[in-house]
């Protein structure tokens, strides 16, 4: 395992390229945990403070693809720049605004929503350097597992730097180190050889297609969908696990350390996910992998316990990461080099969306519910998705062999 992620490391400019990028993309874990906090603090109000995170929210997710299209269109260094320009101009505007008492909502809620539309895509745009690094699709894989599992522990890794932060000054300053972090990464990412010499795809990768004639979306719907399906069960999941414990009695500590388990059984699959030499298709990959999430959100709802159910919680994780890596494989796949940007921030944008509508409607059905039914209605969502998923990968063989019969 060791020698196949040191030769995704042993590229040229690989290393430079990708510990920029992750310094950068530390800003995502601290930014938006700094941005709640200090808002709540500003305005007093925690209605205002999650209408104002929801703008944020919605701004980050929704716009993706937009900047990727960006990118993809100019190329990362005349895209990135401006975006980084703007982005840390409105954090500088908004750490003034929240750093006294007093700030009306409505200034709050437009800067953090602005802020939320700049926020340089880094993540999509490092997958497409990855691409361009490693053609191997073999290594790419590895490329894209070590990236997945370094982005997990970054946003595992940002709240918990806040923690400490929010200890020794006030929640603004959380946003200025991550608006520093974002400054400092994205500087050298867009300074690296590599990135310096992608050039842009022009008019011709801007027109919302992927090559070959098609819309971006629909060449990569199976992707998309199981992104969607991942994030649903990891935003019901941050909530089930609050309320599992809390009917059980445990303490606020114990959901930190169970969805820990989940992080860590994530970073685990992720690895070993990258060392494997795939037989196996990556589209039925991508279904049997999403199935097998669904599965153990099935036999989290049987946990009768907090063991129980922190052990089930790693078993559903180790299927988090390859599940998101595989998705990224077949989006960047399915599209040509023009469109490789929007295609990775497509699948990003439905791990989010999920996210989000998972997040809600775990709060509807936990005051309907109890919470094994609850895991047994999210396993059941995502089973049914992989069944799709896999019915999906079954019509592209079909059609992949009918074209070839009639080529012949």
């Not at 750490?95 to 700049?118: D, M």
């Not at 971006?216 to 999941?237: D, Y």
Request: glycine residues 12%; hydrophobic residues 55%; proline residues 5%.
């Amino acid at each position: 395992m060791s020698a196949s992620y040191a030769r995704v490391l042993r590229i040229p400019h690989a290393r430079r390229t990708f510990a920029t990028a992750l310094v950068g993309r530390l800003s995502y874990g601290i930014v938006p945990l700094s941005v709640m906090l200090a808002v709540t603090r500003a305005s007093g109000s925690y209605a205002v403070a999650g209408t104002v995170m929801a703008l944020f929210g919605a701004t980050v997710v929704f716009l993706a693809p937009a900047r990727a299209s960006l990118i993809d269109r100019y190329g990362p260094r005349r895209a990135l720049v401006p975006m980084l320009v703007a982005y840390t101009v409105l954090l500088g505007l908004l750490t003034a605004a929240v750093w006294r008492p007093g700030a009306p909502a409505y200034v709050l809620g437009a800067l953090t929503a602005l802020a939320g539309a700049c926020v340089p895509p880094l993540g999509p745009t490092m997958r497409t350097v990855w691409s361009r690094l490693a053609p191997d699709r073999d290594l790419l894989q590895r490329a894209y597992s070590l990236d997945a599992v370094a982005e997990e522990l970054l946003f595992v890794s940002g709240p918990l730097l806040v923690g400490v932060l929010v200890g020794v000054a006030a929640p603004a300053a959380g946003i200025v180190v991550g608006a520093a972090l974002m400054v400092t990464g994205a500087v050298g990412f867009v300074s690296s050889p590599v990135v310096r010499g992608m050039a842009p795809a022009g008019r011709s990768g801007a027109d919302g297609r992927g090559g070959r004639g098609r819309p971006v979306l629909r060449r990569i719907g199976r992707p998309v969908t199981a992104a969607v399906a991942v994030g649903i069960a990891l935003g019901v999941l941050d909530l089930l696990v609050m309320v599992f414990a809390e009917r059980h009695h445990h303490g606020g500590a114990s959901v930190a350390w169970v969805l820990a388990a989940l992080s860590a059984g994530s970073a685990v699959g992720g690895l070993l996910n990258g060392a494997v030499h795939w037989r196996m298709s990556a589209p039925v990959r991508l279904a049997l992998l999403t199935a097998g999430l669904g599965l153990a959100l099935l036999g989290a709802g049987l946990a009768p316990g907090l063991g129980t159910l922190t052990l089930a919680m790693t078993v559903a994780g180790f299927f988090v990461s390859p599940a998101l890596t595989t998705a990224y494989l077949l989006a960047d796949e399915a599209v040509a080099d023009a469109a490789r940007t929007r295609a990775g921030a497509w699948v990003n944008t439905a791990v989010n969306a999920g996210s989000t509508a998972g997040t809600a409607a775990a709060g509807v059905l936990a005051g309907r519910l109890p919470v094994a039914g609850c895991f047994a209605v999210t396993g059941a969502a995502v089973v049914l998705t992989a069944l799709a998923v896999a019915k999906g990968a079954r019509r592209g063989r079909t059609a992949e062999a009918k074209a070839a019969l009639a080529a012949v």
